[in-house]
């Protein structure tokens, strides 16, 4: 890392959970479709999964409109709860997780996690990563002012930490544009399902496959976020 000087060098990174440390994305298009189906609604999967990675309160509004969301949104979202609850068991922890969290730790990196999930689910999720006790703080959906891609999720996170240049990893363009609003470099990886390109447009400045290939590479992407100048001091 020698083109990183001190005071440029990360020192606090925000991890995104779902489809960035725990393979999940895929499970919840399913359970959200078939949410969406048992109150006579029928929204396509491909369309289901671009919205996946914001807030459940904003998704109902976004891949139909606000007439569905007034009228039954907290419905889908309670049995989109349902339907992952009984699929739970489909959800497995994304290869080189764990390595992922060593790395950043060797790389003395402080690791806090913004999830826009719920409390209790993102508890339940990070239960499945193996080294999940190396997160300092961990920040849920329902703990933020607004959900993704507003920046309070990340913003808030921050602030539980004494963080000068942060940024954040994630697997979709909404974790993009949430970490764009908290003013800090986003690094995208592709283990959403969200394409390289789409995630260069949205601002990543380094994109890899998942996590292992982030451990394995990252103090090329320590120096990326450097070179961005971007990560300064968050918003208080």
Request: zero cysteines; proline letters at 0%.
């Given at each position: 890392m020698s083109d990183q000087t001190p005071d440029r060098r990360p020192d606090t990174v925000v991890l995104d959970l779902d489809g960035t440390l725990v393979d999940s994305v895929y499970v919840h298009v399913c359970c959200w479709r078939a949410a969406f189906r048992d109150v006579g609604v029928d929204v396509a999967s491909w369309r289901l999964h671009r919205a996946i990675g914001m807030g459940g309160d904003r998704l109902v509004a976004a891949v139909t409109n606000d007439s569905v969301e007034s009228s039954v949104g907290d419905d889908i979202r309670a049995r989109h709860a349902h339907h992952l609850d009984a699929r739970f068991g489909d959800v497995g922890v994304l290869e080189?997780?764990?390595e992922l969290l060593t790395a950043l730790r060797d790389a003395r990196v402080e690791i806090v996690l913004a999830s826009s999930g719920e409390r209790q689910l993102t508890d339940r999720l990070l239960d499945l990563v193996p080294g999940a006790g190396l997160v300092r703080s961990t920040l849920s959906g329902d703990e933020a002012e607004s959900s993704k891609p507003a920046p309070d999720l990340l913003s808030a996170s921050l602030e539980r930490v004494e963080a000068h240049r942060s940024f954040a990893v994630g697997d979709t363009v909404w974790d993009a544009e949430?970490?764009?609003?908290?003013?800090?470099?986003?690094v995208g990886v592709l283990t959403g399902g969200t394409t390289e390109a789409d995630l260069r447009e949205a601002g990543a400045v380094a994109v890899h496959d998942g996590p292992a290939s982030l451990a394995e590479h990252l103090d090329e992407v320590l120096a990326a976020v450097a070179r961005a100048g971007e990560g300064a001091d968050p918003p208080g």
């Open positions: 080189g997780a764990e949430a970490a764009h609003a908290a003013g800090i470099a986003f």
